[in-house]
């Protein structure tokens, strides 16, 4: 995906993925009360946006409907981040989202690169909580929670 965004001369219009990219929350004002900021979402899937930069990041996983402040790319251009609900969820969230996009390769430059007001900056850039037990910090011999690993 990386080398396709990198081809073209204007930005992936939309991402769908099933986890949210970690950090996403990073920088929200008034996160959903259902998600831990700490543990919500993929590094990998984070890494994948970053390098991407896609106007609309469609996500689900953690059965909350929650819609992120834009937010301005290192490619220049904003990215709207929805996240949906389960399907037939008990709390009655959207798990379905209509929206109306002019595709980026029809837009005037501009326009495609403008910067709503009440965008934030990348939040894959700032600051986020560290794994709780990073793959590398676990030895052969376990991790020092009494686990025992065998390869």
Known sequence: LKAIADRGKVPVDFLLTNEWGRGVLNG??????EVDPREAGSPVVADLVKAVAPRYHVAGT???FFARDPYKTERGNVTRFIAL?????AQKEK????LSVQPADSMPAPQLYAV??????LPYTLQSAPLKRPFEAQGEQGDGEGEYWRF
């Open 62 to 64: 953690e059965g909350v």
């Open 95 to 98: 798990w379905m989202h209509a």
């Open 28 to 33: 929200v004002k008034s996160p959903p009360k």
């Open 85 to 89: 609900g389960s399907v037939g969820n």
């Open 116 to 121: 709503p007001p009440g965008s934030s900056v």
